[in-house]
Structures are given as C-alpha cells and as structure tokens.
C-alpha cells in the first residue's frame, strides 16, 4: 500500500494565550516578554502560603472565545489541579478545568482549496479549557546550567481541543487559521506564533481506506507555527504508512517535532505517560454564571470575520476582495478606519489590497506600527478618485507615506504631482499641439479614431499637473468637432 | 503579669500601668528563662519585638489603642512572616525567608500587636505532638515528660507556660484545639472561610484555618475580631460581615440548645476525660442550657475520610518544595529528578513523608474513584448529618481528645494509633464549622483536659460566648514551670 492508500485522522489541542492586562490568578503583568523574573510575584512564582485569585476578565474572554468558536458554554466549571514536577512549574502544579470546563461542544466551518478545487467543512470542538501557562527554561549550555524564566508563569491560555474530524494537514493547518482569526476578532487574543501565543499538540493515526475504526495514535507535542503544523503531519503520515505496510504497529505514544530536520522524536512512550493526579483546586470556588453574565458577555463580542464579510458584500465588495481583506484583522480593522474618513469602500479595497497588501508582501510595511495613518491613506485614494493625482503618482504619495507618514495632499504639493485645472492653459497646448500635428488631425478627421491616443498623449505630456485626463479628453474632443 | 488576659493587660497598658515595651520585655525574659526546657519558640526576634512595642506604646499614648496594642504574641512557624525565618519545623524551609507577610500578621502589625517571634509546630503541621519538628520537639508546660499536643503545640505550650499573652495557631483536623486542651489553654479555629490563608504553609486547603489560642474565650474573641474578614488575596474567604465576637461575652445559658453526640464518648475515650466532659456538660445543664441527645453514624469513617482529603491535598501542596528556589537542596550533581529526589528525601521528616506517599496513592489513576472520590462522598455525608443535629440544637459539646497529654515517647511509631487519635477533632473541619477547646477539669496526674463547643457555621460569637460562661465558673490551673 502506498500513503495514499491510508486516511488520515487528525486532532488538534490548540493553546491560545488570552490578551488580559494580568495573570490569571495574580496581579502581574501578563504582557509578552520583560526582562526575566520581573513580571512575577510571590503567588505565581509558588512561595509556600501563596493562594490564586481569578482574573474574572480571563474568564470573560474564555467565554468569549467559545462564542467565538460556535461552543455552548457551562454555567459552572471547576478548577482542577493537574500534578507534575517540572522546573518551569513553580507550584509542581498547573491550575487548569479537567471535569467541568468552561466551554463545551462547538463548530468552526473552514474553506479551502484542494487541487484547485474549492472545499468547505466544519470541524467539531470538544471543549475548550481555561489554564495557567507555565514559565520558560534558559539552557545555558556553556556554563552548563538551567536558569528559570517565571514571567509566562500564569499568563492565562485557552486550550481548544478539537475532535478528530480533520484528514490531511491542509484542513489542520487551514482550521488554525481560521481559529487564530476569530480569536483575534473576538478580542481575546493576538495569536502570534512567532511569541508562542497560540500553539498546537497534534493527534494522528492512520486508518485503511473504508475502515471505520481509527487506528493508534501519536501524539505531536507544542507545534508552534503553521507550517511545522502542515510538515509534522506529512512526516507523521508517511512515517506510520511506512510502519503499517511492514505489517507493524504504530505505538501510542509522544513526539516531539524537529523543525530543522522536518522530524518527529519519540519523547515517551504511554507506559511511562504522566499520571497527572487531577483533582479539584481547594483553593479556587467553582465558577457560576448567570444567565445575564452569559449575555453581557455575548453582547459584547465585537464584529466576527463572517458578518464583516457579509457587510463588506453588502457595500459591493467582490466577495473574493472582501475575504482577503477579512483574512487579516488588523488589515479589515484599517480599511474600517478609512471607510470613516472616506465613504468608497470599492475604491479603499483596490487600493488596500493593491498596493497596500504589494508593500506588506514585499515586507516593507508592518501593519502592527504602519508610520501612515487610516485617515491619510483614505485621502490619498480620496485624490486619486477625484483626480488630484494621477494613479501613478498616487502610488508614488503612498510609497513615501508607507516610509515616513505625512500628508498626501502636502506631499503631491511638494513634489508637483497635485493637478491644477487651468482651462485656457489646457486650450492653448491644443492648439499648439493640433497645429503642429496637421498629418495626425487630417487622419483623426477622415475617420481614423486611433489616432486620438496620440494626440492625447502629446497634449498631457505638455500638461503635466495642469488639468486631470478627463478635462484634456473633453477639450480635446470638442476641439477636434469644432474643425 | 505575664500570666494575665489580654483583657487585664489591656487595662494595664491603657492605665499606663506597664509600659508596652516592660510588657514585651517580661516575656522575652521570660522565654530566656524557660523556652530552654520548653522549647516553644524557633525564632525568637527580640529587637523587632521591642520595636513594635516602642511604636505600640505611641499609639497607647495618643489614646489609639485598639485591643491588642501592645500585646505580646508567638505565632506558629507556618504563618509568613515577611523578612523572619519561617520553617514549617520542616528541614525543606530551613533557609526560607519570606518576602511578605500573611494576611493575619498584617492585620496583628495594622492593630499594633507585637510578634516576639514564631513556635514550632508539627512539620508541616501534620501531627498531634509537635515531635515531628525538625527544630524544636515541644514540651507540655503541665509535665515536660509529655507532648504538648499538635501541631499547634508550640502556640499551645508557650500560652500555657506564660511565654507570650496569645498566639496564633492553624487548625486542619484539631490542630488548635487538641493542643490547647493538652495545655489547658482556650484554642478556637473559626469557621473555614473566616480568616485569610494567604501567607500560611498550605497542609490542606480546604480544611486549614488559623486561629488563636489563649488564655480565654474572650481573648480568643478580641484576636479573632483582628484577623477575621475578606481578604482579596484568599478567594476562599467570605464576604460575609464580621460581627464583634465578644458580643456573647457574658451571656446566657438559659434555653440554648446543647448536643450531646454519645458517638464521641464511645470507646477509646479515656474515662477520666469523659467523666470531665460530662459534668462540664452538667453545668450548662444547670446554668439553664437544654441537653439534647444526639448521634453522629459516619463518625466512624471521620478518621479514614479525613486523612484521604488532607494527604491528597497536602502531596499535592508540598509537591513545589523542591529546593531549587528556596528550601534545603541536596548537595548532588546530576539530573533535575536526582536533585529533587535527593533534596525531598533528606528535607522531609518520615511523616510528611508517608502522608505524601499516601496521599499520591489515593489520587492516582485507577485509585481515585476508590479513596479521593469515595472520602469527598463521606465528607458531604458527615456534613449532612451535622446539618441534621444542628436542625435541633445551637452548639454540641465534645471531649477535645480522647485523652490527656502522653509521655514524648508514646504513640510516635504507631501512626494508625496516632491518627485514631483525632477522632474528636477531624470532623468539625471536614464540615467547616467553628469550634472552641476550654479546659473542663484536670485529671489525677494534675493534667488538663479540654472540651470543646462546636457551633453552626459563622457563629463563632455563641460558640465564645458558650466557652466563656463555662470559663467564669471554673478554676483553671496554671502550670506550675
């Protein structure tokens, strides 16, 4: 058999860190980074007498995301103590929801392409847990020491778990995505990879195509980006197919993903799998929600990618223009700034995902500090429109802007792209242009209409910033009439 | 004067009578003279000692003083203090200084009480005799040859022999209240909800609660009016209102409902102890109470389902003591599990050691369901039933322990025996309720023996005003050391 003769089942454990100000159950800092050791404090770094408080807003945005994610959520969930002995664990213990988490059974519809084809489908979520995150190992390797990094100590996470509904690493990768989208749409979460702030253990097995039963799994343990999501279950595919047509037995067990070689590892095995002695959390009250608290806070979740993108179709928007644009938070975010200062949301789409998206790809623009502003851009695509500049040149404005922000209107006036309409000026390079291209003129008379191009041409060149194409057009066309 | 109330000394120091520092002074006296048979305190800080009394005797001074301005406390070695040396009597914190302070001792510090330091305990205040200390093994101020009681044997035994005016103590299955009856002193653990945690050494995070211990209810009342309330850093605080708990003080017995449950007066209960309770109980009788007869069927499982609940939580607790930040660390080179092996094994005392082992044992997969699962069942059940006496009574009456104070060297190597030993205690925890221990009478060897007032949830204020209509008509015997 070969890997094509296999299907393969997926499941994801996706961890999201939550965008609260604090910790989960303490008053530090929760923010990315710092200088190490300073954002903890005697209750997340586990002093003995220490004891855990809820940030009530990690809750709030927990919930948010289930909404966000399709889920129902539980009135009542309970904190459990999951027990393990790891340096970067400083209570031994990780606060998290075993038996009664926070958000139960929900639904994420993905779209993607496969062969050129267009595929949708919905992936079930099982639940999705509240958590504290733990901290960070330093390897010294030269001095040949281990140093511990408590500030992630308590930094809240979701964890998102999946049912194993996906089959091949597209529909994986492409379900991060889309989850990573609407958490950053519901305002939960930044979702930055590159900062570890969402994360995914992998579950796979494979089974015969036409079997019914799922075969044993492995565990991928703390992927961290898409594409390592996409390369371990390619590798995990063609390693258990090879197992499998040996006639051996794939074992149930932990790996890890080598990003540099493109390899899972074998970190454990089930028979030394961690016995993590759950029980309930004495220290923390269960959590009860009422009815209204559930729907202050359903109220309060923000625009989600798929009413904007209906909003955006309703303007007029290609639905293909007003997916791109969605895809993007913080690009969708900006366009709705401009739509403020400048009602064509045609014409801002052209432009935002023209040129704008040209300079993101070309990696000059970083939309997160951009140096220009919504309001500029609107009045450079304003100008443009209107004719204040040329399209050309309003690309040029742009460039400048993407480099150092400012004002479109002063920088076509510095550069002397802003046009001026001067109607006797426009009427006196005709003339000059109509009796010096007497040959041209006869041809344009005698029917010869492709020769207007030319004669427009000669009369913008002399023209350059003195009036729009459209009025030398015009004036030129009357002219030509008039002989 | 170091053998007075907190209320006699009140009027001492208001009067200008004493000095608030001649006040802290005698007692630290006093600990250099006596604590070298005792062996009550581990940290004894005599410079901060004399200091907050200084800033104590302003306040007193400017006429601020609240009720335990100036009055010289120990507090038990599981209670953060910030900058002193805290043990838990465990090897594992015998370096760890805490950089804050529990809620509690803010609270002593915000009403000026002074602190002469912290008094050893049961390790990690699992025990009942303060023999498993690794610093200091306590000694009972009535007969130096017997145990104190525990955990809370250090507060207990430094009350008793006058080696602090009150102190603080924590209370997990009776560890207050046995110490206090084995050292004829009046212990109180208010209702699990009523004092902060924060700051004390986690053993079992649903059944600890510091308390105070005392030479009256009405001490245990005004100390208890300090350090009760909600606490921002402990979510399992109340928000409930704190009432002034000496408002019973002086009441009357007249048609409160007293339970009699025959369960703890069953077998094992030394006679001398029972005979004691029993004529306690008589005098309530006669002072207008109404004896009501009651029983408690799951009493029989207290002991099982109580040592399930406090190991399970306590492997869990004491499992970040791994010294590597803070802590005893074992000189090894090797793995991180080498070194956290060898630090537990040489930091822990044998019977934290054997709770921890029980206490993975009952959480463990395939195990769960038959201990963990099967003790928090007996727990609703036992609370149930208290709910059920407490239909029809107002408070019920228990012997502390079922014995007096035992010889050092007694009941150490027999744990089974040790732990039946709390029978009396383990299930005012296990339900959350308030209770008082306030000696009852003294046996033929002259050691004391202690009863306790159990009350209905939040009403610590009857279960004090009980203790102490009790108090005013008994004799109690200081020891003589």
Request: hydrophobic letters at 35%.
């Amino acid at each position: 058999m070969s890997v094509s003769d296999y299907i393969p089942v997926i499941g994801l454990e996706i961890h999201s860190e939550l965008l609260t100000k604090s910790k989960v159950f303490c008053t530090c800092s929760a923010e990315f980074g710092g200088e190490k050791n300073t954002r903890c404090c005697p209750v997340c770094s586990g002093l003995p007498g220490t004891l855990p408080i809820i940030n009530q807003t990690a809750v709030e945005y927990a919930i948010k995301a289930g909404y966000a994610l399709g889920c129902e959520i539980s009135k009542f969930s309970v904190w459990d103590r999951k027990n393990y002995f790891y340096p970067d664990l400083p209570k031994a213990y990780q606060i998290s929801e075993l038996y009664y988490p926070i958000c139960l059974e929900g639904a994420v519809p993905i779209e993607y392409e496969e062969n050129g084809e267009k595929k949708t489908k919905t992936i079930r979520i099982n639940h999705i847990h509240l958590e504290e995150d733990a901290g960070k190992l330093v390897h010294d390797d030269l001095n040949g020491v281990s140093l511990c990094d408590y500030n992630r100590c308590g930094v809240p996470l979701v964890e998102i778990v999946t049912e194993p509904d996906m089959r091949s690493p597209e529909e994986a990768r492409t379900l991060v995505e889309t989850i990573a989208l609407l958490l950053q749409y519901a305002g939960v979460s930044d979702c930055k990879m590159e900062e570890g702030s969402i994360r995914a253990d992998v579950n796979i097995s494979l089974m015969p195509k036409g079997a019914t039963e799922f075969g044993t799994r492995a565990e991928i343990k703390n992927v961290n980006s898409l594409k390592s999501i996409y390369r371990t279950i390619e590798y995990e595919i063609k390693r258990q197919a090879q197992i499998l047509d040996r006639g051996g037995k794939v074992i149930q067990e932990t790996r890890r993903f080598d990003a540099n070689k493109g390899e899972t590892k074998s970190m454990r095995t089930k028979e030394d799998a961690h016995d993590y002695k759950y029980f309930p959390d004495p220290d923390i009250l269960q959590v009860n929600l009422r009815d209204e608290d559930l729907e202050r806070i359903k109220a309060s979740l923000p625009e989600m990618p798929k009413e904007r993108t209906a909003k955006y179709i309703g303007m007029g928007i290609p639905e293909k223009e007003a997916k791109i644009i969605v895809s993007d938070k913080l690009i969708s975010d900006f366009f709705e700034d401009t739509l403020k200062a400048y009602n064509n949301p045609k014409s801002l789409v052209n432009f935002i995902n023209g040129e704008i998206m040209r300079r993101i790809n070309l990696g000059e623009i970083d939309m997160t500090a951009p140096a220009f502003d919504a309001v500029n851009v609107a009045k450079l695509v304003e100008m443009s429109d209107t004719e204040k500049v040329s399209k050309n040149d309003a690309k040029e404005i742009f460039r400048e802007m993407a480099e150092k922000g400012g004002n479109p209107e002063e920088i076509a006036k510095n550069r002397g792209m802003l046009i001026v309409t001067d109607t006797s000026k426009v009427l006196e390079v005709i003339e000059s242009v109509i009796a010096a291209n007497e040959k041209a003129v006869n041809q344009y008379k005698s029917g010869d209409v492709k020769v207007f191009g030319f004669l427009m041409g000669q009369c913008s060149k002399s023209l350059r910033g003195a009036a729009t194409p459209k009025v030398i057009k015009e004036e030129l066309e009357k002219k030509l009439a008039s002989l | 004067m170091v053998e007075l109330t907190i209320t006699e000394l009140r009027k001492k120091l208001d009067s200008k009578e004493i000095s608030a520092a001649e006040l802290t002074q005698a007692y630290l006296d006093r600990i250099d003279a006596v604590d070298g048979k005792l062996e009550s305190y581990i940290t004894v800080t005599p410079e901060k000692a004399l200091a907050a009394a200084e800033k104590a005797q302003k306040s007193i001074d400017e006429g601020n003083a609240t009720p335990l301005c100036g009055i010289p406390m120990a507090i038990k070695d599981n209670i953060c203090t910030e900058g002193v040396l805290t043990t838990a009597s465990s090897r594992m914190l015998e370096n760890f200084i805490p950089p804050y302070n529990a809620t509690v001792m803010e609270k002593l510090d915000n009403a000026g009480a002074v602190t002469l330091g912290k008094v050893s305990m049961d390790e990690f205040a699992m025990g009942g005799s303060t023999q498993t200390s690794y610093f200091k093994k306590t000694k009972n101020p009535f007969d130096l040859s017997r145990v104190p009681g525990g955990s809370s044997g250090g507060s207990a035994a430094a009350v008793g022999a006058d080696l602090c005016a009150a102190a603080l103590g924590s209370d997990t299955g009776g560890s207050i209240r046995q110490p206090a009856a084995f050292c004829g002193v009046t212990g109180l653990k208010p209702t699990y909800g009523r004092v902060s945690r924060y700051g004390l050494i986690a053993f079992a995070s649903s059944l600890d609660q510091i308390g105070p211990v005392a030479r009256s209810a009405e001490d245990c009342a005004l100390i208890l009016n300090t350090i009760a309330g909600y606490d921002f850093h402990d979510g399992t605080v109340s928000k409930l209102p704190v009432p002034d708990f000496t408002e019973k003080i002086g009441m009357d017995m007249k048609g409160i409902k007293i339970g009699v449950v025959s369960d703890f007066f069953a077998e094992g209960v030394d006679d001398e102890v029972r005979q004691s309770v029993l004529s306690a109980i008589d005098s309530y009788k006669a002072m207008g109470a109404e004896i009501i007869e009651c029983s408690m069927p799951s009493l029989k499982y207290a002991i099982a389902a109580y040592y399930l609940i406090s190991s399970a939580e306590a492997s869990s607790n004491l499992a970040r003591y791994d010294g590597i930040k803070y802590g005893h660390r074992a000189d090894v080179a090797g793995s991180y599990s080498d070194l956290i092996v060898a630090s537990r094994s040489e930091g822990f005392g044998d019977e934290v050691k054997r709770r921890i082992l029980l206490g993975n044992y009952a959480l463990s997969s395939g195990y769960y369901d038959a201990y963990y699962g099967k003790a928090m069942g007996l727990k609703q059940k036992i609370r149930e039933e208290y709910a059920h006496i407490f239909e029809k009574c107002d408070l019920i009456i228990t012997p502390t322990a079922p014995t007096v104070a035992y010889g050092t060297n007694e009941n150490i190597d027999d744990p089974k025996k040790m732990y039946q030993a709390d029978f009396c205690t383990v299930t005012v925890n296990i339900a959350s309720l308030p209770a008082i221990s306030t000696p009852c009478g003294y046996n033929k060897d002259g050691m004391p023996i202690g009863m306790s007032v159990v009350g209905k949830m939040w009403d610590e204020s009857l279960v004090i005003g009980a203790a102490d209509a009790f108090e005013k008509n008994f004799a109690r015997q200081g020891a003589k050391l």
